[in-house]
């Protein structure tokens, strides 16, 4: 999930924030709650008595198109949760449970024959779309289809192990999948053929882009008219300049707990165009329940000590990061790659993020504590495992070596607080290393997509990445392979533009290693992100946390290491 890009998110905070706060409600697996005396427990059965009312969440900017199969941020896929239904879901619990993989729409977890290529689903029967159309095989079929003909961003590298998926990359007005995406409505079934075994492909059927919407839904970005949906909310309306209303399905009923569970809020609003300091003070007087946004650094104090106990501070396995644009200059040149990466002090983006205590310099694509994480830290003052200082002197010899001192440099950013600090320090930082250095902040709302088309000639971004699932393919094989860069399309998320075939025989290697030895797979992926830093189309920045800031309004908090804050979880008074 990934995503403005993933929470374009977190902030800022004192160590009395996270002392109090860490101490009081960090999210743990076995749940935490803002109501003291709250059962948080997202397995147990439904609790009517807790059933009602409307959850105000407040957002400075919304996050783009609505359709589940393109939208590719953590601000709306965190409420597609309660909204959409894969033929697989990842459990809607609590804290390490929520990476487990469960039936969703299908009967059972798949029966998986042909060398690990086949997969056959039997469909639940009595699913109900919002619209009050049942939900058939065709559905289904179509939905398959459809990744393809609306050109998701995962289609080339989640989906394209299916059989026929190169057909449908190729033309993907005309994607058929006739052997790749079989349903048989008599027996009610569905089978997926692949191309080779695939160990991650249960993941990748349980992210939004594998949902199962109407057969009939257009063939091309929905945008801002929401799809009909399957789960306990649809969207009543949206609109990305003023709000998103969320109300009950009125088909939904629940069939499966741990994978769609029954919502409490009988209704959710989502206001956009606040600025930050109006929500928190918003947050503590009652008027909206939640905050998407960083808090902002002059209220951390505030929160820290007045409102400990509705602080929810949580690790996450992501990652903030300039992209270099590798088919433009100056970052064409490796050499003024390798310069930015070592001339970014690290820690200074640590501070303006919001401190030790809620954030880590990042040396590597894979986060720490992930799969293929290896202690390297290629661009380090004195060499090392970890990061200790910046090397202004070696960078600057660097851009001298490359004879692109002098050029202009664009540096295109998010406009909320956070990220317009840290990209007002890459603007000081590359002038003192002789470029001409524009900041360019853009909403949050465009951000994402602008920075991802070719034709914007954007040369260095911020952005940042937050897993889509436990595996290291999701960072190295969706960020920087040549499957993932598609000029002129707002969905290519290789911003840097980084195909090398090299590293990307090195990738397919370790995907098919994973086969059969997920531990040796995660060495060889190790070793990709080391080849990959040496290239330096990407520097990494900070490993975040996160912080929710909740409402007393607000009861039932629960974590999913996943999907964040389970937003249809939460009771509200």
């Not at 057909?167 to 790749?180: F, Q």
């Not at 003070?281 to 939640?290: R, Y």
């Not at 209220?299 to 509705?310: C, F, M, V």
Request: charged share 15%.
């Amino acid at each position: 999930m990934s995503r403005n890009a993933r929470r374009g998110a977190l902030a800022a905070a004192t160590v009395a924030l996270t002392l109090t706060a860490a101490a009081c409600s960090s999210s743990s697996d076995s749940g935490s709650s803002s109501d003291p005396g709250a059962s948080s427990s997202s397995s147990s059965a439904f609790q009517a008595q807790h059933k009602g009312g409307t959850l105000k969440l407040v957002a400075h900017a919304a996050a783009g198109s609505f359709d589940p199969q393109v939208n590719y941020t953590l601000q709306y896929w965190q409420l597609f949760q309660s909204m959409y239904d894969g033929l697989l879901a990842f459990k809607k619990v609590n804290g390490q449970e929520s990476f487990t993989v469960v039936p969703d729409l299908a009967t059972a977890m798949p029966k998986v024959t042909n060398g690990g290529k086949t997969y056959t689903f039997t469909l639940r029967k009595g699913v109900t779309f919002s619209n009050g159309k049942a939900l058939t095989t065709d559905d289904v079929v179509a939905s398959f289809q459809r990744i393809f003909k609306v050109s998701s961003p995962t289609a080339g590298t989640f989906y394209n192990g299916i059989v026929g998926a190169d057909a449908c990359l190729k033309t993907p007005a005309s994607c058929a999948l006739p052997k790749g995406v079989i349903g048989d409505a008599k027996a009610n079934t569905v089978t997926i053929n692949l191309t080779a075994a695939d160990p991650e492909f249960e993941y990748k059927l349980a992210v939004p882009h594998a949902v199962v919407v109407p057969k009939d839904s257009p063939t091309k970005d929905a945008g801002t008219k929401p799809l009909p949906s399957t789960g306990p909310y649809m969207a009543a309306s949206y609109d990305p300049n003023r709000a998103l209303k969320l109300v009950r399905n009125p088909h939904f009923k629940e069939w499966s707990r741990q994978a769609e569970p029954q919502g409490y809020p009988d209704a959710i609003d989502y206001t956009f165009g606040q600025t930050v300091e109006s929500e928190v003070t918003a947050i503590e007087n009652g008027q909206a329940d939640w905050m998407y946004d960083a808090p902002p650094a002059d209220r951390l104090n505030e929160i820290g000590t007045k409102y400990a106990s509705r602080a929810h501070v949580n690790p996450l396995t992501a990652f903030w990061y300039a992209t270099l644009n590798v088919n433009m200059a100056p970052f064409n040149n490796k050499l003024a790659r390798q310069a930015i990466n070592w001339a970014v002090d690290r820690s200074a983006v640590v501070r303006l993020y919001g401190g030790t205590n809620l954030a880590s310099p990042a040396c590597t694509v894979l986060p720490p504590g992930f799969p293929g994480h290896v202690e390297s830290c290629a661009y380090t003052k004195g060499g090392g495992t970890t990061w200790k200082a910046a090397d202004l002197a070696k960078a600057k010899e660097l851009v001298k070596q490359s004879g692109t001192a002098g050029q202009e440099v664009g540096i295109v950013v998010q406009d909320d607080d956070v990220n317009k600090s840290i990209g007002q320090y890459l603007q000081s930082l590359l002038t003192q290393l002789g470029y001409k250095a524009t900041l360019k902040p853009l909403s949050g709302n465009i951000q994402f997509t602008y920075i991802q088309n070719t034709k914007n000639k954007v040369q260095l971004a911020l952005t940042s990445w937050y897993q889509d699932y436990p595996a290291a393919s999701d960072f190295l094989n969706v960020l920087l392979s040549c499957a993932s860069y598609h000029p002129g399309s707002d969905s290519s998320i290789n911003i840097s533009g980084f195909c090398d075939k090299g590293v990307d025989a090195k990738m397919q290697a370790a995907l098919k290693t994973s086969q059969t030895d997920k531990a040796s797979a995660d060495k060889q992926w190790g070793a990709v992100d080391q080849t990959v830093m040496a290239q330096s189309p990407v520097v990494p920045l900070i490993n975040p946390k996160m912080i929710d800031f909740t409402s007393t309004r607000v009861g039932n908090y629960q974590f999913s290491k996943q999907f964040y804050m389970l937003v249809g979880q939460l009771w509200v008074k």
